[in-house]
């Protein structure tokens, strides 16, 4: 299977998913620990997290797929939403919470 299935067979078959540095119990950059805070911070208490670090072919992959240079990057029911600012800014607005329950 190549890394494009891949990450898309990933993010339609869990309904969060975060691909970020490191483990939520152990995130490996101040921008993924963010994420996994708001995402906590939302009820989401076990999302489906992917360690770019232990490949660097999803971890290139993931910025092909999403068209998205950075990492964290959250998607929901497979739909990509963004990395840590935009996670900030919807958490702030209540739109992520809204489409974490939708």
């Not at 869990?14 to 975060?18: K, S, W």
């Not at 989401?44 to 360690?51: E, R």
């Given at each position: 299977m190549d890394i494009q299935a891949q990450i898309k067979e990933i993010v339609t078959s869990?309904?969060?998913?975060?691909f970020?540095?490191?483990?939520?119990?152990?995130p490996q950059c101040g921008f993924s620990g963010r994420a996994i805070q708001i995402l906590q911070a939302c009820g989401?208490?076990?999302?489906?997290?992917?360690?770019v670090l232990e490949d660097e072919g999803i971890r290139q992959g993931i910025k092909d797929f999403s068209n998205w240079p950075t990492i964290p990057q959250l998607?929901?029911?497979g739909e990509f939403i963004g990395g840590s600012d935009i996670m900030t800014e919807m958490y702030q607005s209540g739109e992520l919470q809204q489409a974490l329950k939708a």
């Open positions: 869990h309904p969060v998913v975060l970020m540095k490191g483990s939520a119990k152990f989401v208490t076990d999302p489906y997290t992917v360690n998607y929901i029911k």
